[in-house]
């Protein structure tokens, strides 16, 4: 489908779920290139370094030190640059009315981390794989709305 | 004030291909959507030229036949998805083998192998976006925009809603207007 | 104005009485006008037979004299005489009687007078016939002559006099006929008038005692009125003032002194005498208001601290409102009412409200560890021992894989039971807004949440349409997916699940089965299903957190799920209850305020 890689971004602090992404990704027969960083104030760095290529997916923890994940999908929203950089909402379970929220501050997808490791691995191929639709099929952005 | 807009992307690729051909004085015929005949051969440097000015609105040359196909296929099925009033109701595999004059099975395999996804899921993708495009753009309801995507009830439409995005067309609709909201009061 | 108003004013009542007073002395006058009319005509008749006596016996003493002198010409005795010589004597006093009672007649006068001449004439026609008589020379004839003429004569008196009497008569029975008409009238035309007056007075009578009877009852309440006033201060713990703005004089009425422990009216009324007693951090507040009160004409209600004349801390709070009499005056007044104990109940309840606010943030950061902390390692445990049971599934003994299968199914229920205790610390009222939602929307929603258990079972689920209530929508959507997500769970085997859901009002005979606001309309919302059903000995105690009627390996659940569903249905005012019937079905009734 597409010889290019796909750029993924993951801010989450817990090592464990970190490694768990990783691993599936390599699982995942998609060409992928993951990117880690560990809290709110890192990613905001790195999303704004000029020497880098912007990720095409950005997953995101809400519950980060220094600066958690609602702020920082606050700031994206209002970058005119990152607009076609997915947001994806990675992050323990919550109220479906905070789920909801999200969406409306601007997320894409919304991922409830599963505790099965075969469920990670297909929900990750399932939001890569629409998300490149999107990008390849002049869908309209706006409605790329997904929750797992 | 707020502008609402509706795209008709075939019209606006349409108009972008013959400016930028237009610009760089070539001949040309346009047959179908996606496909135009040049009155003579170009070079690759002019081919490479005309490709990047293109990819600046997001259009892109394909090159390779199997691609092209594919890529014929997605516009088919775009085109049939979009079609203004209502999607035929003829099956669509018949629909498709009819439309790009080769078997079903050929065409479904073919598509699964380029874009390692079947087609059938992709022409969900695409009735779930029209859907979406309705809900957010038209004053439809939702049992009338389940009746023009073929849907035999609403509560059909729902539930393919429901499993393509894992929420319902009516927190979907909810979310959009609240976000339209926000923006409204910065 | 309505007749009522009509009757009852007193000037109607004046105009009554003055009528009546008028109505009587003109009867008195009439009564007294014809008393007098009797009292003449009875003289008049007096009179006229009198002169009609009168008459009579000056004509016997005529004929007394005539005869007595017919008898001494016959038998020449003196004594015969006697008439005759006292005869004139009495005539005249007749006809002196009768002038003075005839005086107001001329024509009898005349007639009187005439009768004079012909009695005088008469005499001496007798005096003539007894010269004659005694003189010898007279002859029979003589003598016969002068008796035929004074017989004669006395016919002409007689005829006079009947006349006289014939008049006399005459203006009796004209002036009889006249009074009589009068008279007769005059009964009759009193009997209306006295009639007519005793109307007036009863209905006077009437109207007095019934006015002196509401006096009275309306005496009696002010009365009790002003008791009361004066005890209810007393009673009520406050206290009345008054403040003449312009003349800065002060009126306290005797509680205000008893309330600040002291004697009534034992200092004198006013600003200074009163901050005595005010608290010295408060005195600021008294004076302020008083600025206000003064320049800005406002009258906030005050609220200050009092140390008693005892030493007692009291609590003070003064309500006043500007009056301006009918002379344009401008009097303020006010009460001061002693809200100590009031005031300390607010100081506990606020001390009680931090407690449970503290309680609160407590239970919240509980939540959150429940959430996160708790949730966290326990997925950790679940995907990393998939993640074993899938790679490392060749190195493995079979043993040791059933062990996992174990382990993993125990930690997907600790997951479960965490996320429904979360879902139930959630489901509370505070900061959650309550929105009109059309019912039947959250209920399609909830058939959508549960849409692969009901094309499973094959579920049919019928429902009436549903009202557009004022609800927290995601909580009305979560107590619909429990109660079809139990009645689906909870099915006859092999038995697909029938559900109904109906909607009515509710009605009055329910209303007794819990607390309603008389003023509300609620309603009915049943779900009927046909599967397991339950004792219903258990009715009310399987909405208690954690009470299940099954066994977990049989029917999986936390016990949760009902206590969800009353704790939803409380936060709404509302009220749930169930009814079993084992091996037939259950139903479930959810009672929501419109």
Redesign the interface.
């Known amino acids: 489908?597409q010889n290019d890689q796909i750029h993924i971004l993951l801010a989450d602090d817990?090592d464990?779920d970190c490694s768990?992404f990783k691993d599936a990704f390599e699982e995942i027969?998609?060409k992928t290139m993951v990117e880690v960083v560990n809290d709110g104030v890192e990613l905001m760095d790195y999303l704004d370094r000029k020497d880098i290529i912007l990720p095409h997916v950005l997953f995101l923890d809400l519950?980060m030190p220094r600066k958690n994940g609602l702020d920082c999908l606050k700031e994206i929203k209002g970058m005119d640059h990152l607009k076609n950089m997915a947001v994806v909402i990675y992050s323990?379970?919550a109220?479906?009315?905070d789920i909801?929220e999200t969406?409306?501050?601007?997320a894409n997808v919304?991922i409830k981390?599963?505790?099965?490791?075969?469920a990670?691995k297909k929900i990750l191929k399932e939001v890569i794989?629409?998300n490149w639709?999107y990008h390849t099929?002049?869908?309209?952005r706006?409605?790329f709305?997904?929750?797992? | 004030m707020k502008l609402y807009f509706k795209y008709d992307i075939h019209a606006a690729c349409k108009k972008i291909v013959e400016e930028q051909l237009n610009a760089m004085k070539l001949e040309y015929a346009l047959i179908g959507f996606g496909e135009v005949e040049l009155q003579e051969d170009i070079s690759q440097d002019l081919l490479h030229q005309l490709n990047t000015g293109l990819k600046n609105y997001g259009i892109e040359i394909v090159e390779n036949s199997k691609r092209i196909l594919v890529q014929k296929i997605k516009d088919t099925i775009v085109e049939m998805v979009y079609l203004e009033e209502k999607l035929p109701t003829t099956k669509i595999s018949a629909y498709l083998a009819e439309k790009l004059n080769h078997s079903y099975g050929y065409i479904a395999n073919l598509f699964s192998d380029v874009t390692y996804t079947s087609i059938e899921n992709f022409i969900i993708l695409q009735k779930i976006e029209r859907a979406k495009q309705l809900i957010t753009t038209s004053e439809l309801n939702f049992s009338e925009i389940a009746w023009r995507l073929n849907y035999s009830s609403v509560a059909h439409f729902s539930t393919q809603f429901k499993n393509a995005t894992g929420i319902t067309p009516t927190a979907f609709q909810r979310i959009i207007n609240k976000r339209r909201n926000a923006a409204g009061d910065e | 104005m309505n007749i009522k108003t009509i009757f009852t004013s007193s000037f109607f009542l004046r105009s009554i009485f003055a009528t009546s007073l008028f109505i009587l002395l003109f009867i008195t006058g009439i009564t007294f006008k014809h008393m007098i009319a009797l009292a003449d005509s009875a003289e008049l008749l007096v009179h006229s037979y009198k002169v009609h006596i009168e008459l009579d016996q000056l004509n016997a003493v005529i004929r007394d004299a005539e005869s007595g002198q017919r008898g001494y010409i016959i038998t020449k005795d003196s004594s015969f005489l006697l008439p005759y010589t006292n005869g004139p004597d009495k005539i005249n006093e007749s006809f002196s009687k009768l002038t003075s009672l005839i005086v107001a007649n001329t024509q009898q006068q005349l007639h009187l007078d005439s009768l004079r001449n012909l009695v005088v004439m008469r005499f001496q026609y007798l005096a003539k016939t007894l010269e004659k008589d005694a003189s010898k020379e007279s002859d029979k004839y003589a003598v016969l002559n002068g008796m035929r003429e004074g017989r004669d004569i006395m016919n002409l008196i007689r005829i006079q006099i009947n006349k006289m009497v014939k008049i006399e008569i005459t203006s009796v029975n004209a002036l009889n006929k006249k009074y009589k008409n009068e008279i007769s009238f005059t009964p009759l035309f009193t009997l209306l008038i006295l009639l007519f007056s005793l109307l007036v007075f009863i209905f006077s009578y009437i109207k007095i005692s019934k006015d002196y009877e509401i006096l009275k009852r309306s005496n009696d309440k002010l009365l009790i009125s002003t008791e009361s006033i004066t005890h209810a201060e007393e009673i009520g713990n406050f206290s009345s003032w008054q403040w003449d703005m312009e003349s800065n004089k002060f009126i306290y009425s005797d509680n205000q002194y008893r309330l600040l422990g002291c004697e009534p009216q034992s200092f004198e009324a006013g600003i200074e005498g009163f901050l005595e007693y005010v608290h010295p951090m408060d005195k600021h507040i008294i004076t302020e208001g008083r600025e206000q009160v003064m320049n800005e004409n406002k009258y906030p209600a005050a609220f200050f601290r009092i140390i008693r004349k005892d030493g007692e801390l009291r609590y003070f709070k003064s309500l006043s409102k500007l009056l301006t009499d009918a002379q344009g005056k401008k009097i303020l007044i006010g009460i001061n009412s002693d809200v100590t104990e009031e005031h300390l109940i607010n100081i506990s309840l606020e001390e009680r409200n931090r407690e449970l606010e503290q309680s609160n943030k407590e239970l919240a950061s509980f939540n959150h560890v429940a959430s996160h902390d708790l949730q966290e390692p326990l997925r950790k445990i679940q995907t990393f021992i998939s993640r074993i049971s899938e790679n490392e599934i060749s190195t493995i003994s079979k043993k040791g894989m059933e062990y996992f299968i174990r382990i993993q199914s125990a930690a997907e229920r600790m997951r479960i039971l965490i996320d429904d205790l979360l879902l139930f610390s959630r489901t509370n009222k505070a900061e959650k807004i309550f929105e009109k939602t059309d019912l039947n929307n959250l209920l399609e929603n909830a058939k959508q949440e549960l849409v692969q258990v009901i094309e499973d079972k094959k579920a049919i689920i019928q429902s009436d349409v549903l009202p557009i209530l004022a609800v927290i929508s995601f909580q009305i959507q979560q107590l619909f997916i429990n109660l079809i997500g139990n009645s689906l769970k909870y099915n006859k085997p092999g038995i697909a699940p029938f559900i109904k859901i109906e909607c009515e009002r509710i009605n009055d005979k329910e209303r007794s089965m819990f607390k309603t606001d008389m003023n509300r309309q609620y309603y009915k919302i049943t779900f009927t299903d046909n599967g397991l059903g339950f004792e219903q000995g258990y009715a009310e105690s399987i909405f208690i957190l954690f009470n299940r009627l099954h066994q977990t390996n049989v029917y999986p659940g936390t016990g949760i799920g009902l206590a969800i569903c009353k704790k939803i249905v409380e936060n709404h005012a509302g009220h749930i209850r169930a009814e079993g019937n084992p091996g037939v079905g259950a139903v479930f009734t959810v009672f929501l305020p419109a």
Not at chain 1, 137 to 140: A, V
Not at chain 1, 145 to 148: D, I, M, N, Y
């Open positions: 489908m817990d464990d768990l027969k998609i519950n323990t379970s109220s479906e009315e909801e969406f409306v501050k601007g919304y981390k599963p505790s099965d490791f075969g990670l794989t629409i639709q099929s002049g869908l309209n706006d409605n709305l997904l929750s797992f």
